[in-house]
Each structure stands twice: as C-alpha cells, then as structure tokens.
C-alpha cells in the first residue's frame, strides 16, 4: 500500500513547467513528504521533502496544500534530462518508504 | 551530497552460484539500510531493511535465506543472493538513511542488475 496517487504519465513541453500532482489524503500530521524520480535504468535521485511549509532549492519547488492531503512538485523549466519516474512517497511508521507506481514524465522537444 | 556507492552494477552468473553485492555510503553514517528490487516497468519493491549491528526485517514474501544481508558497520550494508536461479534476475538498489536528524531522507545507489543464466 503506496498510500500515495498519482497519475501515471504526462507530457510536458521543454523549457515549461512540469507540475506532477500527488494525493496522499490519509497522511498523519507528522509525516514527511518525499519526491524521488528514477531516470531509467539508475538508482533513485533524491528531489525535495516538506511536512507543511512549501519547500524550494535548486531542483524543484514542492507546494503542499494547507490540509495536506495533496501536493505538486513543479520543475520550472523542464529539460529533456528531466524524463523520468517521479514518486511521491511517505514513510511509514517504521520509517519505510513504499513506493507506489510513480508518474511517468514525458519532456517533449 | 551524500553518495550511496554500490557495487557492482552489473553480474552475470550462472544459475546455482551465489552473489554478493555491496552498499556503502561514502560521506555519512547510515542508521539503517534498505534493500530493493526492481523487475522492468514496475515500481521499486522493498525487501529488507537492515539496521547496523541487528538482524534485518524482511518483507513478507522475502526468503531471509535466499537473500542474506549484513550490516557489519555504519557505512556497509551487503546483501548476497544465494544458489541464484533466473527468476532472481532482477535490478537491485540499496538505499542508506543517516537518520532521523536528517529527515529520513532516502540516498540510493546506482543499482545492480543481475542476470542468471
């Protein structure tokens, strides 16, 4: 149980911003946000985390929405080094990260 | 950054031998380890999560026999696949955790794909 939702593919256009969505409305108040993307045939790369607050650095911003049951990692200006899987995860109380199926991002030239 | 080293990233074998493979993470100390493995267009499966100096904890449907990990030290996590059969072929990533302090982020290695022949 991934207890998180996201769409399984979408496009995006390079040079814009990529905005990948993610439900996770059952998640306590104390629990991270974590959003991995897996660039094919490697290891995940670690992106951004956030609890409440919306977080930036020099990968991607991550909005989370005042209830937190949703958020959206935004790349701003979308390369093609940019396709990937990208997870939106939580950890579980024994601090695993299951990760669910992930959306797959397609950068368009 | 922290860099989580894993070795090899490829093996071939023949079916019925043994492999290990390593994980290391190289500029911090890892609280605990996990173990994943991947079949193509899947998600990430978790197998084991190993702590420094216990036993690990297999997920259900893991064979603690078959997969036999050790975490001898803080930065070195290894996980062996014995009498390895071709349904074991499969893409293995290992992942380290410095801690809660450090938010629980997850740091992975580049993978290991294993073939049996």
């Known amino acids: 149980d991934a207890k998180t939702t996201q769409p399984p593919s979408m496009d995006c256009a390079e040079g814009r911003a990529a905005n990948l969505p993610c439900n996770h409305s059952t998640i306590s108040g104390n629990e991270y946000v974590y959003w991995y993307r897996q660039i094919h045939s490697q290891g995940p790369q670690y992106i951004i985390h956030g609890l409440k607050n919306n977080e930036t650095n020099e990968m991607a911003s991550l909005i989370i929405t005042e209830d937190r049951k949703s958020s959206t990692l935004i790349l701003p200006h979308a390369t093609l080094r940019d396709t990937a899987v990208y997870y939106c995860?939580?950890?579980?109380?024994?601090?695993?990260?299951?990760f669910g199926k992930g959306t797959r991002l397609h950068i368009l030239p | 950054g922290a860099v989580v080293s894993q070795h090899p990233s490829r093996v071939i074998c023949k079916s019925g031998t043994s492999v290990k493979i390593e994980c290391r993470s190289l500029?911090?100390?890892?609280?605990?380890m996990f173990w994943y493995r991947q079949f193509p267009k899947q998600s990430l499966m978790l197998m084991a999560t190993s702590n420094e100096g216990s036993k690990a904890t297999y997920e259900q449907g893991v064979e603690k026999d078959k997969f036999l990990i050790n975490h001898a030290s803080l930065t070195l996590s290894t996980l062996t696949v014995t009498s390895a059969h071709p349904e074991d072929s499969s893409f293995y990533i290992c992942?380290?955790?410095?801690?809660?302090?450090?938010?629980?982020?997850?740091?992975f290695g580049a993978g290991t794909r294993l073939s049996v022949l």
């Open positions: 992942s380290a955790v410095a801690g809660r302090l450090a938010k629980n982020i997850q740091y």
């Open positions: 995860s939580r950890a579980d109380r024994d601090d695993k990260i299951i």
């Open positions: 500029d911090f100390q890892a609280t605990t």
